[in-house]
């Protein structure tokens, strides 16, 4: 119950030294089906799984660590860092290298980001851009687009501030098989992705909505169908409330469905149900 289509397990564990073996333990007491890690880096798959393996090498309950070793998956991709905008050639061929005899189920997380937050944990700066990095980082991400085609694969899609650019490039390839995560657009934006097949995935930060905004993000909520709908965290960032602020992590995702259920007029059940089919239908339907 209450899968995570989005989180960064070895963030969790090497950056915020968060307890590992507890975590995997507590999703296989919750008969957690299905996790996806995702990558960020153009070769950090292999770092990944070890991490994964290692931590479920260390759990006491050996059947909780065989639940673990089940309900994990990983996908592959280049978040748009400026080192890899301006060498994607390379960046490209680091991945696809990197994929080589390891099982992945996705491409990404891909795409464009344009916040400007020196002080973040992206530092990104606007002045970064010139015409020559906007452009790169448009095709990095359709590189990535296009690789997903060959592999038929569905895509993790990163899009923040950024809504335009990546309607782009989702146009340029015509390849529309996937999710655009950690939504921050509204309605009419998403019915653009809709129209063109993405699912979209709603995390920690849908809870901290403001009463002032509430009417509209439920309107949002209610609007995306059941069969495009899912839930995630991208641990260890966006706690929900109420551990906002804290470490995040892919047990606090059930914050999330309770709080999407509550304005969808639903159960946390019903929806970790519905949740479940489309990632059924997304990652492992016949034919994909």
């Given at each position: ?262 304005l969808r007029g639903t159960t946390p059940e019903a ?18």
């Amino acid at each position: 119950m209450f899968s995570d289509t989005h989180f960064h397990f070895h963030m969790m564990i090497t950056e915020r030294g968060l307890n590992g073996p507890q975590i995997l333990t507590d999703l296989a007491a919750r008969d957690f089906k299905f996790g996806l890690d995702i990558g960020t880096g153009r070769n950090d798959l292999e770092q990944r799984q070890a991490c994964v393996e290692e931590t479920i090498n260390q759990m006491a309950d050996k059947t909780a660590a065989e639940k673990a070793r089940n309900f994990m998956y990983y996908s592959a991709g280049i978040w748009p860092n400026i080192e890899d905008i301006h060498d994607r050639e390379n960046a490209m061929k680091a991945l696809r290298q990197s994929i080589q005899g390891k099982k992945i189920v996705a491409i990404g997380e891909c795409g464009i980001d344009h916040h400007w937050n020196p002080s973040g944990a992206d530092g990104r700066c606007e002045s970064d851009f010139d015409e020559k990095t906007y452009k790169g980082e448009k095709e990095l991400f359709q590189m990535q687009l296009e690789f997903a085609k060959e592999l038929k694969l569905p895509v993790i899609i990163h899009s923040r501030d950024a809504f335009e650019d990546t309607l782009d490039c989702l146009k340029n390839v015509g390849y529309h098989n996937g999710i655009v995560h950690c939504y921050s657009y509204g309605i009419e934006e998403a019915k653009k992705f809709l129209d063109l097949g993405w699912y979209i995935a709603f995390g920690g930060a849908t809870t901290y909505t403001k009463k002032a905004k509430l009417d509209d993000m439920k309107a949002l909520l209610q609007f995306v169908p059941e069969d495009r709908f899912l839930c995630e965290t991208d641990a260890p960032y966006l706690a929900p409330v109420p551990f906002r602020g804290q470490s995040n992590n892919p047990v606090l995702v059930e914050e999330v469905y309770k709080f999407i259920a509550q304005l969808r007029g639903t159960t946390p059940e019903a929806l970790s149900e519905l949740v479940d089919e489309n990632i059924d239908t997304l990652f492992f339907a016949k034919g994909r």
